[in-house]
């Protein structure tokens, strides 16, 4: 069992204290309004500072800027070539690769970021790695090879062998593979802590402990008020992730889900031992996923989306903290990698994640004037600056590139209400749990839960890449 397993996890304790800003009291006026610490709302507010120098910028949250998921993911850095299969299928080749190509510069964007400000994120391009774990999944990767190929960007991946894939991480479940050069780490929390410190230093106004309890549109302003005060603003962007699914207008767009992570004591002699040492960022191929990576001093750190769904957006702290399934997760790891037998397991801690029905971010307009963005289903550290720098250009009234991406105002994919989501969600996630456990074992799962399985893709929602 790991030594310490709470709600922040190991990336804002390595990250330290971090200075505090003031909670909101009083009335404030302001250009633009953002809701929300994370990545996407100080992305937001980075971009908007750029666009207009002159604004005046103000961004509410909740509790502290980047402590929630945003401070506690993986700190995989990637684009979203792997879902160009599902792009193309839903908005067309020319758009598709534009949404791509954006999510690829947003990754590079992020490394010149941490280089231009100082920021030790601990940012490292060393490319991502997908790999089969049993034959149900060989060639899972089939198609994005080919979307890339007849889109012009073939070398946006490279199919591995098995043989390959030993040779940059060799652990016995591992079978060929496909690599996204592209792709990067960081420590998640490092990264969000240097870009609120940037946003700060631009002039952005930020007050934390600040949660908005009501937002109301009268004439041509936005009204958020909170426990201590009330900001006027022209425009707003609603960048809380999770929180968004307890809004009437969006409750119908996305789905909650948790995703719980490890961390292991330094153990650069095992990664020695099974070749991981080229810092790639590596997940199987289950809809489940599975993910992991290594740090600067020799740590793995592995996660497991298979976490149970939220009912409605009450996520009761399960979403954080819950012994169960990180004493599952710490399963998966041994198995994974047998060397690590002995080895502790330091930190364990989990957090919420939005997932869209189309596994694609969304960018909407709520009504005029107020934009929000949510969906990253469990990919948001990369695509979060491209989405941010599109935020920008809609509350700004500018019609260009970034405004007119695929993934802005697109058409909404439903999920069920409540309670239907949460019931019909869970027997879904036992179904596919249990389909996969199976495939890896080399089996096939029964009828029944073969066709509960497969209800998400019949209802034109996706639960995988």
Not at 152 to 179: K, M, N, W
Not at 358 to 384: C, D, I, N, Q, R
């Amino acid at each position: 069992m790991p030594e310490r397993h709470d709600a922040e996890g190991y990336w804002l304790a390595e990250a330290g204290d971090l200075p505090a800003d003031p909670p909101l009291e009083g009335t404030v006026d302001a250009d633009v309004l953002i809701v929300g610490g994370g990545y996407t709302g100080l992305w937001t507010a980075w971009h908007l500072r750029r666009l207009d120098p002159s604004a005046r910028i103000v961004l509410l949250e909740a509790g502290r800027c980047g402590h929630g998921p945003s401070g506690r993911n993986g700190g995989f850095v990637n684009g979203l070539w792997f879902s160009l299969p599902a792009l193309r299928q839903r908005f067309g080749a020319g758009r598709a690769i534009a949404v791509a190509r954006a999510a690829q510069a947003s990754v590079d964007a992020i490394g010149e970021f941490c280089r231009d400000q100082g920021i030790d994120a601990w940012y490292r391009r060393a490319g991502y790695m997908q790999t089969s774990t049993a034959p149900a999944w060989d060639e899972a990767w089939e198609q994005v090879v080919q979307a890339c190929a007849e889109l012009g960007e073939p070398d946006a991946c490279e199919p591995l062998t098995a043989e390959q894939v030993r040779e940059r991480c060799d652990s016995p479940l591992f079978r060929e593979g496909i690599l996204y050069p592209g792709g990067a780490t960081v420590q998640p929390a490092r990264l969000a802590a240097g870009l609120a410190a940037a946003v700060r230093a631009s002039g952005v106004e930020i007050f934390e402990q600040s949660r908005v309890l009501g937002m109301a549109r009268r004439g041509k302003e936005v009204m958020a008020d909170t426990n201590g005060g009330r900001v006027h603003a022209g425009a707003a962007v609603l960048a809380c992730g999770a929180a968004l699914v307890g809004m009437r207008r969006l409750r119908h767009r996305l789905t909650l889900t948790s995703s719980h992570i490890v961390i292991t004591e330094p153990v650069p002699d095992v990664l020695a031992e099974i070749n991981w040492t080229g810092g790639e960022c590596i997940t199987d191929s289950r809809a489940m996923i599975h993910y992991f990576r290594t740090t600067p001093d020799g740590r793995i750190a592995f996660g497991w989306g298979g976490g149970r769904v939220v009912y409605g957006s009450r996520t009761g702290g399960r979403a954080e903290v819950a012994p169960e399934v990180i004493a599952e997760v710490e399963r998966h790891l041994r198995r994974f990698f047998p060397g690590l037998a002995g080895r502790r397991i330091e930190h364990a801690w989990g957090g919420p994640i939005d997932i869209s029905p189309s596994h694609l971010p969304v960018v909407t307009e709520v009504e005029s004037g107020v934009w929000a963005a949510f969906g990253y289903t469990g990919h948001g550290v990369g695509p979060s600056q491209m989405v941010g720098r599109s935020l920008a250009s809609l509350v700004t009234g500018r019609d260009d590139d970034h405004s007119r991406l695929a993934i802005v105002g697109s058409p909404a994919i439903r999920v069920p209400p409540e309670p239907l989501r949460f019931l019909g969600g869970s027997l879904i996630r036992r179904a596919i749990l249990t389909k996969e456990t199976h495939q890896e074992e080399g089996r096939t799962a029964g009828p029944v839960t073969r066709a509960v399985a497969a209800i998400p893709e019949k209802l034109g929602i996706h639960v995988s890449r």
